[in-house]
């Protein structure tokens, strides 16, 4: 028999490094949002602002249920969220959120993705700014726009996604998605990282949903885009078309 939505468990991975004043104010956001059986799992890489300590203070003084994953190197957003998503399962998650830790992500969209998910067959539901109904920071320069929408056209014409924002990184999964994908085994990261989770998606021909958000600029600290991530993502969709198997 399946679950009830209510009995549904609802866990939101949050990677951090130095996050310290973004994330208790992303804890209150998503505990006043009300969804039953939601829990929050921070994924800590050392941040040396003591992220991972006020994290441990949350877990047990905070308004919602969330624990802590410590995690001693820094080796990249993809291996902080495959870390963590792999703990959200073994926990028994139903559905899990990634969610980025700087306020970018709009908290209000969750209940919008896990209803889609729970209404229809898609796999996974995209927090999306380039469908009808989204949107970007007007803090963003004309070129981080450009470079943003000129990654999704990119994507899209080497692997035909067909997805509008390819490169998101807010997303809701269902769990038994997570496990066919066998997300254990993905290697990359960055952006490329939000690609291969696509990719497996429809390679194994399921259906990727996307619900309209407006991505917000980081409310504090620096960004983590580096170069390096940047060059990964560059090459990453060749890689995938070529894989065989």
Not at 14 to 43: I, K, Q, S
Not at 87 to 92: E, F, M
Not at 98 to 111: E, F, K
Not at 126 to 153: D, T
Request: aromatic share 6%; glycine share 8%.
């Amino acid at each position: 028999m399946s679950k009830q939505p209510d009995s549904l468990r609802t866990t939101v991975v949050v990677p951090t490094y130095n996050e310290r004043d973004n994330l208790p104010v992303l804890v209150d956001l998503l505990a006043d949002l009300g969804v039953p059986g939601l829990h929050v799992l921070v994924v800590d890489d050392n941040s040396p602002d003591g992220t991972g300590d006020l994290a441990d203070k949350l877990a047990l003084e905070g308004p919602l249920p969330l624990s802590v994953l410590h995690r001693t190197e820094k080796d990249g957003l993809g291996r902080a969220y495959v870390a963590g998503i792999l703990k959200a399962l073994d926990d028994g998650a139903d559905l899990v959120v990634q969610m980025d830790a700087d306020l970018s992500h709009p908290a209000s969209a969750i209940p919008t993705m896990i209803e889609v998910l729970r209404t229809s067959d898609a796999a996974v539901v995209i927090g999306s700014r380039y469908v009808p109904g989204g949107s970007v920071s007007g803090e963003w320069k004309w070129h981080r726009k450009a470079l943003s929408l000129w990654a999704n056209v990119y994507v899209n014409a080497i692997l035909r996604l067909r997805v509008k924002d390819a490169t998101a990184g807010f997303k809701c999964w269902r769990a038994a998605t997570l496990r066919r994908i066998d997300v254990g085994s993905i290697r990359s990261n960055g952006y490329a990282f939000q690609v291969e989770m696509n990719h497996r998606v429809v390679k194994r021909g399921m259906r990727i949903a996307e619900v309209p958000i407006r991505f917000e600029e980081r409310a504090e600290g620096a960004s983590k885009m580096s170069f390096g991530v940047q060059l990964e993502s560059a090459v990453m969709p060749w890689k995938l078309l070529f894989k065989k198997g």
